[in-house]
């Protein structure tokens, strides 16, 4: 059975998602936040293919610091791996969530890295 918090997460995500949709020119921008992690994707909804993510469950990734300073480490990350693939422009997708806190400062970091949205 599903709590209230995650029913009204989800009718937001429908909300959202009902507007945004990624294109090979500005693809999609999504976050998931789960409670130990935060994981990041760069979607082309049209084709319907990943180009991108970034996550902070990867071996590679260093966990130093709180849950807000991973989040602006995988931003970072994920802006990195855009510019490899050559994505400049997106569209930023918060999956639900509020523009607070992990999903704040991951999306500020993405924006330092050179992503625009």
Avoid: C, W
Wanted: no cysteine; glycine share 8%.
């Amino acid at each position: 059975m599903a709590t209230n918090k995650e029913i009204r997460r989800f009718k937001l995500k429908m909300i959202i998602r009902k507007n945004i949709s990624g294109t090979s020119e500005r693809p999609r921008l999504t976050v998931f936040r789960s409670n130990k992690e935060i994981y990041a994707q760069i979607i082309d909804d049209t084709k319907g293919i990943t180009l991108a993510s970034a996550s902070s469950k990867e071996k590679s990734f260093e966990k130093i610091g709180n849950k807000t300073e991973i989040a602006l480490s995988v931003g970072k990350l994920i802006a990195e791996r855009a510019k490899n693939v050559g994505v400049n422009t997106v569209i930023f997708d918060r999956n639900g969530y509020l523009y607070h806190g992990r999903v704040k400062s991951l999306a500020d970091s993405a924006r330092e890295g050179g992503l625009k949205f």
